[in-house]
């Protein structure tokens, strides 16, 4: 591992000019986190969601919950758009999510934007 002491670095890298178009990353990416669990494990899961969207994201976001057909279980689709400072709220609500053992699918993706 290399270690760059702090004179030695390329000037304005950690100052937020390593953005082409020098925005710094205000620009909101669209994301969604999908997660699964067991019918009676629902209202638990959900609340989590909620408050976990709710304490660290202030914008808005659209919460889907679906039941799977013919199984036992029920999906949640959130879908949101954020900053890259303010992904790290949506790397919380995955990283809670996927310490919960009720959880039986989890996975987050960026979408391509609209153009």
């Known amino acids: 591992m290399r270690i760059t002491k702090r004179g030695t670095r390329p000037d304005g890298f950690f100052t937020g000019n390593h953005f082409p178009d020098g925005r710094a990353g205000t620009e909101r990416l669209p994301y969604q986190v999908f997660a699964s669990c067991r019918r009676e494990q629902a209202p638990v899961i959900e609340e989590l969601i909620l408050m976990q969207l ?3 994201f202030d914008q808005g976001y659209q919460l889907e919950i679906k039941p799977r057909p013919h199984q036992a279980l ?3 689709t959130v879908s949101l758009a954020c900053s890259t400072p303010e992904r790290a709220s949506v790397v919380r609500l995955v990283s809670c999510l ?3 053992k009720s959880v039986h699918g989890l996975r987050w993706q960026s979408m391509p934007l609209a153009r």
Do not use: N, V
């Open 54 to 56: 709710q304490h660290g």
């Open 74 to 76: 029920i999906d949640f």
């Open 98 to 100: 996927g310490q919960e």
